[in-house]
């Protein structure tokens, strides 16, 4: 299997004793400058596939198919293994268990099945949660749909956020109880309460976006977090990359004069250049 590899490393990860932290992926250029960084990893967030894609807010208006083609653009472009945010698994456990087979032909390492009510129902101001039994069918369903078994299923749960650090332990072992292969949190606040956690639970543990306290990487290692998010910047910032051009060029800069554009080199290196050139030399013939 081409992608089991890319499996293998994430799952290397998990088991080993440090915590890393993830590049923020979303297209085909960015997963090759997080590879060429030398991240372990990429993080595809829901929230970046809903800006990339769609150009909208993290509201789950992007469908399944959408997601599942942006991985596999990324997986084509790079060898980075990849962290996939699937959401709620776009429906309910039996839609869980395609987005899993569809995220697995795509070439996702490993994704995560949250218990969050989405998209948000009428009415609702505030996030909800399934129930504990719909979240358990859900990971249950995940890992049913999953045919490469290297390919990494985790639990998510926003339990500590949305309603108590008590329910997200509860939850966390309920899921855990199902065989996923690991626990993902978010809405973690204190040292305190991800120290609770892990007396709790025995997977490898993921952190999506902690408060300063917590973001000491040795410190997270001792207490079981293998992978901790840093948000996604790196798409911010090309957002701001194109407004500043854009700007520029509309107010009359010549283009030879823009700021910060990649070099040629940066440039030939994202698009893989000297690998494109080898291949027509063997296969187009030499240029006249
Ligand atoms: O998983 C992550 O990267 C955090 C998240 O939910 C998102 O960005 O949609
Ligand atoms: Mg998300």
């Known amino acids: 299997m081409a992608f089991r590899s890319r499996r293998e490393k994430l799952r290397s990860i998990l088991s080993g004793g440090t915590?890393?932290?993830?590049?923020?992926?979303?297209?085909?250029?960015?997963?090759?400058?997080?590879?060429?960084?030398?991240?372990?990893?990429?993080?595809?967030?829901?929230?970046?596939?809903?800006?990339?894609?769609?150009?909208?807010?993290?509201?789950?208006?992007?469908?399944?198919?959408?997601?599942?083609?942006?991985?596999?653009?990324?997986?084509?472009?790079?060898?980075?293994?990849?962290?996939?945010?699937?959401?709620?698994?776009?429906?309910?456990?039996?839609?869980v268990r395609r987005t899993v087979q569809e995220l697995e032909t795509a070439g996702a390492a490993g994704l995560t099945i949250e218990d969050t009510l989405l998209p948000a129902g009428f009415g609702e101001a505030k996030t909800q949660l399934i129930s504990l039994e719909e979240g358990v069918g859900k990971m249950k369903a995940a890992l049913d749909g999953r045919g490469d078994p290297s390919l990494v299923i985790m639990g998510r749960t926003g339990a500590a956020s949305i309603t108590s650090i008590e329910d997200a332990i509860r939850r966390a072992r309920a899921y855990e109880a199902t065989g996923v292969d690991a626990l993902f949190?978010?809405?973690?606040?204190?040292?305190?309460?991800?120290?609770?956690?892990?007396?709790?639970?025995?997977?490898?543990?993921?952190?999506?976006?902690?408060?300063?306290?917590?973001?000491?990487?040795?410190?997270?290692?001792?207490?079981?977090?293998?992978?901790?998010?840093?948000?996604?910047?790196?798409?911010?910032?090309?957002?701001?990359?194109?407004?500043?051009?854009?700007?520029?060029?509309?107010?009359?800069?010549?283009?030879?004069?823009?700021?910060?554009?990649?070099s040629s080199d940066l440039t030939s290196r994202v698009t893989r250049e000297a690998d494109v050139k080898a291949r027509s030399a063997d296969v187009l013939g030499p240029k006249q």
Do not use: W
């Open 19 to 95: 915590c890393v932290h993830p590049g923020s992926v979303y297209d085909a250029i960015s997963i090759r400058i997080a590879e060429d960084l030398g991240f372990p990893l990429g993080m595809f967030g829901g929230s970046v596939a809903s800006l990339a894609v769609l150009g909208d807010p993290d509201i789950t208006l992007i469908t399944l198919t959408e997601l599942a083609e942006q991985m596999r653009r990324m997986s084509r472009a790079a060898a980075l293994p990849v962290l996939v945010d699937a959401d709620h698994g776009y429906g309910n456990a039996l839609n």
């Open 185 to 262: 949190f978010t809405g973690i606040k204190s040292r305190a309460e991800l120290e609770a956690i892990v007396s709790a639970t025995r997977l490898p543990i993921v952190l999506g976006g902690a408060p300063e306290e917590l973001n000491v990487l040795e410190y997270l290692a001792g207490q079981r977090v293998r992978i901790a998010l840093q948000g996604h910047a790196p798409i911010a910032a090309a957002t701001q990359a194109v407004y500043e051009t854009q700007k520029a060029l509309r107010d009359g800069t010549a283009p030879k004069n823009l700021k910060g554009l990649p």
